[in-house]
């Protein structure tokens, strides 16, 4: 069975920073993808990062590129979003999902809240 625990989540003000964790397992042997997102009050969930769990590709929503860099330690399952320049608009729960399916993200974690202080 596998399980994705986020952590990392508070309070910054405006051009802070924080990084968020997303310990992962069970069967990890069999992820393709990790990537984060968000969904903000009212709204849908989007996507904002992910990188391959082998290799070095990375993608980014064009919302947080220069600004966030998500990076992975395959040893300890872990995967790492860390968030800089923060913005009021970047306020939502964040979500670490992992995909073994190319088509949709198969598993999801229980989300971590980001506030961001004007």
């Known amino acids: 069975q596998v399980q994705l625990v986020e952590s990392g989540g508070g309070l910054v003000q405006a051009g802070g920073s924080l990084r968020l964790s997303c310990a992962a397992s069970g069967r990890t042997f069999s992820f393709t993808t990790m990537g984060w997102f968000r969904q903000a009050p009212g709204k849908e969930r989007e996507f904002v990062a992910a990188?391959?769990?082998?290799?070095?590709?990375?993608y980014y929503a064009d919302s947080v590129r220069g600004r966030f860099t998500i990076s992975r330690d395959n040893a300890k399952r872990m995967v790492y979003l860390q968030m800089n320049s923060l913005k009021p608009e970047d306020t939502a729960v964040y979500y670490c999902g992992a995909r073994i399916d190319p088509s949709k993200y198969d598993y999801w974690g229980q989300g971590t809240q980001v506030t961001v202080s004007v």
């Open positions: 990188i391959r769990w082998s290799g070095e590709n990375t």
